[in-house]
């Protein structure tokens, strides 16, 4: 996905009802999205729903009569990726995690390895 096709999700995402439109597709498959959203016109609901099939974050398919209408994750994914992925850090191990891990492990089936000390090692290689 290039700079333009993120264009056309960020702007899909940028209003509070393609968001709202999004919430309810992740319910589910939604025949109905018109009707929940009775403070607005059919027409004003069917523009924010062309903004979402265009940038490619709606799936629309029709079954007889009805539309069947689909949230498609795979540009909201690429976003992550793209900005938000590269910026998180791996998880660190700290202190606490290692005493957890250990305590976790009570029968002490991960050995510790066991240096010999120096003297010992270079007397062995002589």
């Not at 992740?26 to 027409?43: D, M, N, T, Y």
């Not at 909201?76 to 202190?95: A, M, N, S």
Request: charged share 35%.
């Amino acid at each position: 996905m290039h700079g333009d096709e993120f264009d056309a999700v960020w702007k899909a995402l940028s209003d509070s009802t393609r968001q709202s439109i999004l919430d309810l597709l992740r319910q589910g498959h939604h025949p109905q999205i018109v009707e929940a959203f009775p403070h607005l016109s059919r027409f004003g609901v069917m523009k924010h729903i062309d903004v979402l099939r265009e940038a490619g974050l709606m799936h629309t398919r029709e079954e007889r009569r009805q539309r069947i209408n689909s949230l498609n994750v795979v540009p909201i994914r690429q976003i992550h990726e793209r900005w938000v992925g590269r910026f998180e850090e791996p998880p660190k191990l700290t202190c606490h995690s290692r005493k957890k891990s250990r305590r976790q492990d009570p029968g002490g089936t991960q050995r510790r390895r066991y240096h010999k000390p120096r003297s010992a090692r270079t007397r062995a290689n002589r």
